[in-house]
């Protein structure tokens, strides 16, 4: 190439005013759960982006309409891979208001309690994460200790540190261990002082602040339009939360706050993800007070769980009963329902339908984070470059659920 | 199956009142906005803790990271020299329990191979050959393949299991290998790993065909 100062205009020297593109994903450090932005720049401003999801679509819906009611429990365990046990929760709810069945209060405390450590999980994931893309290293691998300890009670509860599969439809997959209250108990102090201490280097450190506040702003009415849930629609100010407006298990017995936001900034929602927290760590210590410690764990209905081990060695009834439930499926009967929980980002919904067989006729989930994505186009239009590493963040769209 | 409306989980009334907690606004007062101060206090957090725990490292203080997993410090396991154990339920590679004379306990009713979801155990089912006093009334696998590259730790083939012939308490996880072949885990392989005890016995109390006290029927004895 010639060089630029050789026989040229002055006036020819300036540089081209075409906008450039910019490919951000989709792999890409800040780009958590494979997904592509092409932007459009006008210097380093943003004028167009365009958001590009599915690269991580596995076609969970039909994997699950392949098997019986109860192997759907794997496929959706890797929905939102961060906080597993919320959406086995969601999805058992699901299937037994089809099938007209409750579970015993001691599993639904149980699952209160998963769920709630679960949701920790998944807000200090998201917000570790956040501040490790601006920089702040180390409060990532606090927020990441501090998800290792509950990972281990999931451990020692379910037998795998992620992909629990231990949801049932009528119940868990075993009871809770002996010592699950004291090691809960135990545990949460040390998340929430890990909590406060990390707290302590983020929020007076102006880098932090300044691309945090007043960024990526949402108002109320176009996230509400935009069909937003979760701690996401809570920053701009509205205190829906399914565990309040609909209250489902035993959340109707538990004292908790709904933590708000008043800008719909970054900021709040990073703040009301550790509000949130702060919260679930209060319905932990309310459930594990009034939960039960002895009594049934799954509901008493042959047809839709298997019988205890020591029936299926010795006696014929419990071999047949094993036998169909194994072979033929959980027979759900015919009809459509849709059931929505409280997941880590907002409204889990699933939608099943059954004709009756022991098989799901559709499955069909409404992912919280993919109501959430589609604002994020008109957040970073008319932003800058850097803008979109903490929007987005903020944002926690996890791929596995996104692309359903 | 009946529908009891007001003590169903998911029709509960809405709650009148909840409380809703308003979430700080970042302060922007001197201390914040001239950086230093902050920046300061930051780095006297992580190089305390940085200083705390090279003292701990030199002195040989540290913490036992599996007893005391929950406390302040360093509590990096190093891995292979140290290791966590696994919990009880801890869901490993699987082992085939076997009975008092060797042979498999599994009896080849393909509810494991039925309710594995990732589809991935393969059983040909074989027949106790003649005068044998299992034949006819059992079946043996002639081939029980598990490949554990495809296999996702579910459980739910022990959970399905009849007899409590296969077992996912090796306490060993998948392992490394340098080709898919070593992922294909025969029957001979699955019949030689033991629990985490020890034992390759099962639980199950079901009499053998031919036992004294034998107390159920055959095709071909009939009481
Ligand atoms: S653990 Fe799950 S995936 Fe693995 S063999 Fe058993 S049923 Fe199949
Ligand atoms: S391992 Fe158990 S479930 Fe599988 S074929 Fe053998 S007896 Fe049946």
Known sequence: MEPLDQDLEEGELEMPADPMMLNMGPSHPAMHGTVRIVVELSGETITKADVQIGYLHRGFEKMCERGNWNQCYPCVDRLNYVSPMLNNVGFSLAVEKMLGVTVPERTQYYRVALGELARICDHLTCNGAMAMELGAFTPFLWYVRAREMIWDIFEEETGARVTHSFGRVGGMAKPPTAYFKDVVRATIPRVLAVLTESEGLLLKNRIFLDRLENVGKVSKEVALDLGWTGPTLRSTGVPYDVRRAHPYLVYDRFEFDIPVGTTGDNFDRFMCRQEEIRQSARILEQCLDQMPDDGPINIDDPRVVLPPKEEVYSTIEGTIQHFKIVMEGIKVPAGEVYSYTEGGNGELGFYLVSDGSGTPHRVRIRPPCFAITQALERMIVGAMIPDIVPTFGSLNMIGGECDH | ?223
């Not at chain 2, 801890?90 to 060797?102: A, K, P, S, V």
């Not at chain 2, 991935?120 to 043996?140: L, N, V």
């Open chain 2, 1 to 223: 199956m009946s529908t009891d409306t007001e003590n169903t989980p998911w029709m509960k009334p809405r709650s009148g009142d909840f409380t809703t907690k308003k979430v700080e606004r970042p302060t922007r007062d001197f201390e914040v906005q001239s950086y230093l101060p902050a920046v300061t206090k930051g780095l006297v957090q992580t190089m305390g803790a940085f200083f705390k725990n090279t003292k701990e490292m030199i002195l040989g203080q540290k913490k036992d990271p599996v007893i005391e997993s929950l406390s302040w410090g360093i509590t990096t396991i190093s891995y292979p020299e140290e290791k966590r154990p696994y919990t009880d339920r801890f869901r490993g590679l699987h082992r085939l329990t076997i009975r008092d004379d060797g042979s498999p306990r599994c009896v080849a009713c393909l509810c494991c191979s039925t309710a594995c979801p990732a589809q991935c155990i393969h059983i040909e089912a074989g027949e106790y050959s003649e005068g044998d006093p299992r034949r006819g009334y059992e079946r043996y696998p002639a081939k029980f393949v598990i490949d554990e590259l495809r296999c996702i730790f579910c459980g739910f083939c022990v959970e399905a299991c009849p007899c409590d012939a296969i077992r996912m308490d090796t306490g060993l996880h998948a392992v490394p290998y340098d080709s898919r072949e070593q992922f294909i885990y025969g029957k001979d392989l699955l019949m030689g790993m033991t629990g985490r005890d020890g034992s390759r016995l099962t639980e199950n109390p079901r009499h053998e065909p031919g036992d004294p006290d034998h107390p159920g029927i055959d095709r071909e004895r009939a009481h």
